[in-house]
């Protein structure tokens, strides 16, 4: 059995993208630099009954051989980070800004291109905690991986 080939990163490509975050991000949400370097794009879906609050973040990123491990496929860190991010997000549309207490992450399969989708929402939304899940999909819209989280609330949430 040979080991398989790393991906080929092109270092002008590479180095122009990085260059680009560093310029164009800032401190907010959307724009923070891992959301620019990762280059993720956000939508907020609204609840289906038509309520003001939303109910989830969808994010899309490429797959790109920067987040790639050596095996090819896309490093599970960065499917964690997306997960997170994913559901971070759509706590401070809803309600502020909140903090992650403990997240668990279930890898189905490899995610080796894309675009990939992952979306946030909320499992029960509650004024001190909230619990939150987040699932990654690949191109085909196969399940990639899925996490489950507990959120420390902002205070004053409703």
Known sequence: MTDPKPPKIDIAEARAHLE???D????AFERFFLARF???GFAYLPETAGAAD????????????RIMNPQGVVHGGVLATVMD???GHLVAKVAGPAATIEMKVQ?????????????????????SLSFMESRVFDAQERLVAQASATWK???GAA
Do not use: N
């Open 24 to 27: 164009d991000h800032e401190q």
């Open 85 to 87: 991010i994913s559901m």
């Open 153 to 155: 609330m902002p205070a």
């Open 20 to 22: 680009q975050v560093f």
């Open 107 to 127: 890898y189905m399969r490899p995610l080796t291109d894309g675009p990939a989708r992952c979306i946030g929402s909320f499992t029960k939304r509650g004024r």
């Open 38 to 40: 990762l280059d993720l």
């Open 54 to 65: 939303k109910t989830g973040c969808e994010i899309r990123f490429p797959v790109t051989d």
